[in-house]
T-cell receptor, first 112, second 117 residues
């Protein structure tokens, strides 16, 4: 049972435009959410996180939005750059322990 | 420093071999993890150690045997693996603040590519 879902397996965006990656979750016990970027043959690299007490967190070109009522979060990348091309995973952790659950990933391609 | 170091980066082993994957972090994290990742799939949790004690085993077959010798090291001992166990094995660490009112970040190593022949 996939508790964290990324329904778009791939996304293509023009360089300079906004990339929006979406993630949905089902477990209301999740209280901490993270986004990771992964290049082939490498481990996931942490990008940005958000606690359930917030609805937005911004770090440079990356902004994460959390809509708890909809159990939905999104990652905005503005402006998108070719180096952003990678697979992006969202992850969530419940308030009951150190288990991090990952979505299936979205492959982002930024076209120069 | 948010570095988690894994060795070896690549490992090829036969089904009768015994080998080990190693992981090290010096961030003072007291939670360490093993994840398994297959192509085009998300990382799947295998084990969690919290304060050097195994706290979560996600029903992993006994041919995988984790070990946490101290707060900085995590090993995964491999024995009698199957070809379907070939995957990227990721080690990760985080602060261990459970139960907590906030969250913490999990940091991954580069992974060890395992091929079972």
């Amino acid at each position: 049972d996939q508790q964290v879902k990324q329904n778009s397996p791939s996304l293509s965006v023009q360089e300079g435009r906004i990339s929006i990656l979406n993630c949905d979750y089902t477990n209301s016990m999740f209280d901490y959410f993270l986004w990771y970027k992964k290049y082939p043959a490498e481990g996931p690299t942490f990008l940005i996180s958000i606690s359930s007490i917030k609805d937005k967190n911004e770090d440079g070109r990356f902004t994460v939005f959390l809509n708890k009522s909809a159990k939905h979060l999104s990652l905005h990348i503005v402006p998108s750059q070719p180096g952003d091309s990678a697979v992006y995973f969202c992850a969530a952790r419940p308030n009951t322990g150190n288990q991090f659950y990952f979505g299936t990933g979205t492959s982002l391609t930024v076209i120069p | 420093d948010t570095e988690v170091t894994q060795t070896p980066k690549h490992l090829v082993m036969g089904m009768t071999n015994k080998k080990s994957l190693k992981c090290e972090q010096h961030m003072g994290h007291r939670a360490m993890y093993w994840y398994k990742q297959k192509a085009k799939k998300p990382p799947e949790l295998m084990f969690v150690y919290s304060y050097e004690k195994l706290s979560i085993n996600e029903s992993v077959p006994s041919r995988f045997s984790p070990e946490c010798p101290n707060s900085s090291l995590l090993n995964l001992h491999l024995h009698a693996l199957q070809p379907e166990d070939s995957a990227l094995y990721l080690c990760a660490s985080s602060q261990s603040k459970w139960p907590s009112t906030g969250g913490n970040t999990i940091y991954f190593g580069e992974g060890s590519w395992l091929t079972v022949v």
